[in-house]
């Protein structure tokens, strides 16, 4: 399947009733793919699609089927997944290629990696059925996942920086993700294309409204000059541990603990993507 490595889609079933439950399954992604109407998708998932599980076909989960809606964008039979059988719809299904029992958040990695802002959000909606924060807590920053499964070992907040999915890393932390990946959105800054550099800058600013304290950082070390002119004297020494936070940054994390929204209701020159710019001069 899509959010699997591409080394492992080379084995062959031999089982014919294994082939089948194969088939079914396709057919069922093939229909997602079309974005047909959620009442047809959730009949075949219960009476014609079957997936192959430690020897023997079972019904398909929900939690499949919303991995088929992530990666085609199926918003209403997200929404339908979701509120039927809420938090039960985001258990990590086990791995069809070593059947180990699933772990981690594949469904918040996939959500993050095709960019599905919307579904995400709903994702978050339905976490709050959660009962403990504790339990909420982990879910969110998750980093498990089998070694057969893209992206294994990493959290969706460490993913969404990796890919500049600047988005995506808001919700996530208002929604209270550990804002790690620190000196990833800092080498991601320099490293991107241009293209993208806008959206690596929101990621690192997003970061830093969340970030309780600067963790080490041997490359603003090493660099300090260069560093100081890309971030300002204000962040950049808060980063080194020589000064504390800059008056702008504390207002703003006042400000978004109300919700995302209230950043993009700022005007323009405020937003998290100049004011690093303003307070480095640039």
């Known amino acids: 399947m899509p959010w699997l490595l591409s080394s492992q889609l080379d084995c062959v079933s031999s089982s014919p009733s294994e082939r089948q439950c194969e088939r079914t399954a396709f057919s ?7 974005r047909l109407p959620v009442w047809l ?13 430690d020897g ?7 939690s499949e089927a919303l991995l088929y809606a992530l990666i085609h964008d ?5 929404r339908y997944l979701l509120n039927r059988y809420s938090v039960s719809a985001l258990r990590a299904p086990r791995c069809s290629f070593c059947c180990c029992r699933g772990s981690g958040a594949p469904h918040l990695n996939i959500a993050v990696r095709y960019d599905r802002l919307a579904i995400l959000g709903m994702m978050m909606v339905a976490l709050k059925a959660y009962g403990e924060q504790s339990r909420r807590q982990e ?7 089998c070694s057969h499964v893209a992206d294994a070992g990493k959290s969706a907040v460490q993913l969404a920086v990796e890919l500049s999915h600047a988005d995506c890393l808001l919700l996530l932390l ?5 804002p790690v ?10 490293s991107c294309d241009a293209s993208v550099r806008r959206h690596a800058q929101r990621c690192l600013d997003y970061l830093l409204l969340f970030l309780p304290s600067p963790p080490p950082l041997q490359r603003l070390q090493d660099e300090p000059q260069r560093w100081q002119s890309l971030l300002g004297n204000e962040v950049f020494s808060w980063l080194c541990g020589l000064a504390p936070p800059p ?12 919700g995302s929204d209230q950043i993009s209701m700022l005007p323009d020159f405020l937003q998290p993507h100049s004011w690093i710019c303003f307070l480095s001069g640039r």
């Open 74 to 78: 199926h918003q209403d039979y997200a």
């Open 139 to 145: 879910y969110l920053d998750s980093c498990g996942g």
């Open 56 to 62: 023997h076909p079972r019904a398909f989960l929900p």
């Open 247 to 258: 008056l702008l940054l504390q207002a703003l994390r006042c400000l978004v603990q109300f």
């Open 181 to 190: 990946g620190l000196d990833t959105a800092l080498q991601r800054l320099v």
């Open 41 to 53: 998708l959730e009949d075949m998932r219960c009476m014609e699609v079957f997936c192959w599980d």
């Open 28 to 34: 069922f992604y093939c229909s997602v793919r079309e």
């Open 174 to 178: 208002v929604e209270g993700a550990q």
